[in-house]
């Protein structure tokens, strides 16, 4: 196994950041077509509001969906992915600095992806 230099790790992190938003926009533009196609001729009422189902408030909820051919969730979970995938980069760069052993730049970093995740999840 290669050692991680400051350049792999860099090309690493631009590899998984130009792959995860490769793959958001390929499933939000895949849904959006797919939505379009089943819906596009469906007139809109803005006479009363209507909110999200409750299946598309959970992470779990719109993944299930996603699979049943809800075109909209498809669309959710697209965004769901370009969401996580600057999560993901912090979390690489957490491994990386733990295998350099450099306990400063891991503290930081877990400092960092603690934070995103209680803006994620986190109850206000």
């Avoid at 991680?4 to 790790?9: C, G, K, M």
């Avoid at 860099?10 to 926009?25: H, K, P, Q």
């Avoid at 995938?85 to 733990?98: D, E, G, K, Q």
């Amino acid at each position: 196994m290669q050692a991680w230099t400051d350049e792999r790790l860099e090309v690493t992190i631009a590899n998984l950041l130009r792959a995860g938003v490769i793959l958001s926009a390929t499933v939000v533009l895949g849904g959006g077509i797919c939505y379009l196609i089943r819906h596009g001729h469906e007139s809109v009422s803005y006479r009363t509001f209507h909110s999200e189902p409750v299946i598309y408030r959970t992470i779990s909820g719109v993944v299930r969906a996603s699979f049943h051919r809800d075109w909209a969730a498809l669309i959710q979970l697209g965004l769901l992915l370009l969401i996580a995938t600057p999560v993901a980069r912090v979390a690489l760069s957490l491994v990386a600095f733990a295998m350099e052993r450099d306990r400063i730049y891991i503290w930081i970093t877990l400092a960092v992806l603690l934070i995103l995740f209680y803006a994620l999840f986190g109850k206000y």
